[in-house]
């Protein structure tokens, strides 16, 4: 079973960068689909941005142009280099993983196997 540790959230003024880790405890580089998806209080949990294997991504459309996620595989570690923030922005942001032999299996609204337990961003404006 993978494990995954989110670290890297924080809170900033609206505008701020911030850059999310998430270090899985085995490799992911081959055939897994890994994103980042945020719980906003009172609200339901929704998808932030995908990486499969081959690199492809996907991104929901609140933070197209603003979020760019990535992967270092040699570290099994992902990331969400987070520009631009919000308000709206504030959430807890979670790390997840699934193993898949499609890309196309790995989207936003994608159902994850693995879950971190979540690290929390807040923007304040």
């Known amino acids: 079973q993978v494990q995954l540790v989110e670290s890297g959230g924080g809170s900033v003024q609206a505008g701020g960068s911030l850059r999310l880790s998430c270090a899985a405890s085995?490799?992911?580089?081959?055939?897994?689909?890994m994103g980042w998806f945020r719980q906003a209080p009172g609200k339901e949990r929704e998808g932030v941005a995908t990486y499969y294997s081959d690199g492809s991504t996907t991104y929901a459309d609140s933070v197209k142009g603003r979020f760019t996620i990535s992967k270092d595989n040699a570290k099994s570690t992902l990331y969400l280099q987070m520009n631009s923030l919000k308000p709206e922005d504030t959430a807890m942001y979670y790390c997840?993983?699934?193993?898949?032999?499609?890309?196309?299996?790995?989207?936003?609204?994608?159902?994850?196997?693995?879950w971190g337990k979540g690290t929390l961003v807040t923007i304040s404006s």
């Open positions: 997840a993983a699934r193993r898949t032999w499609r890309s196309g299996y790995c989207v936003i609204s994608s159902t994850m196997e693995y």
């Open positions: 085995e490799y992911t580089g081959v055939n897994y689909c």
